[in-house]
């Protein structure tokens, strides 16, 4: 395996540059899925390159769950074991678990007080709550289906036209499937603290995608901008990071800006001769030669597994 194994865990720094272009000059759902699944692959080989080291570190250890055939002098010299690597593999994963599930938690529970904030309404897909709070938030449901939670407070504060933006923007969320991306992006930073600014890019992009959606049904982009402005200065956040909200804390002025610009250019990727062309191809190449180490080390292990306990 060598120095290979330890690739995975930092190649996610080439996703870096591509997650600030991104959101500059791909349009916003190409940025969504580009970045989104690029964190998920190098969150996914980051956790496979800490399970080998765990096993391999610690394989000499006396009391390890791993098959007697591990003691073999063959399979000793064959195993590149380090003790102090092997125990912080098991840390970092251990970590990691731990926050991964913290967040699965979260995301269900409020999910299930927000279903409960709901019963006794009519069963319609824009649920209007009596609350002087202004806030709009989506609620996803299973197979496509799913809800939008708007308080009174927040359909005083708009008028008609930005109330349309704003049926539009949360609609939006729930047809694309937002909280899928937002909660990839979430368990990939916590998988792998380098991919953090992942998160936040995929945060702000699936806005993007819901504004530009929201623009082009009502036919107004400044009609948009205006709803976004105002209820960014009025709302509430959203409970929980994995679910879509109409305003949410961050770079709005940038939101605002580019409804006030014309439509981007709904092109996949960026010409190869620019900066987020380059930035992208980078993010790319580092997305693949994390998972060709992961697979190269998954496969060594495999073989000296079976050499010493045949499956």
Known sequence: MGVFVFLPLILPLTAWPMARLAEHHLHPRAATQLLAGAGAVLALCSTSCLVLLAIVGTAQLPGNPLPDGWADPEVRAAVPHDEVVGKSAIAALTVAVVTCSALLLRHRRVRRRTARALRGLPATQVAVLEDETPYAHTLPGNRGAGRIMVSTGMLAALDSQERRALFAHERAHLDGRHHHYLLMA???????PFLRPLRTSVAYSVERWADEAA?????DRRVTARAVGKAAII?????DPALASFAVPGPV???VAALLNPAPIARIWPPTRTAAGLAAWTAVAGTALSAMSSANAAITM???LHAATPL
Request: glycine share 8%.
């Open 186 to 192: 979430g368990l990939a930073a916590r998988a792998n």
């Open 215 to 219: 623009a082009l049904q009502v036919g």
């Open 235 to 239: 709302s509430r956040a959203a409970p």
């Open 253 to 255: 002025p940038r939101r």
């Open 302 to 304: 495999i073989v000296i």
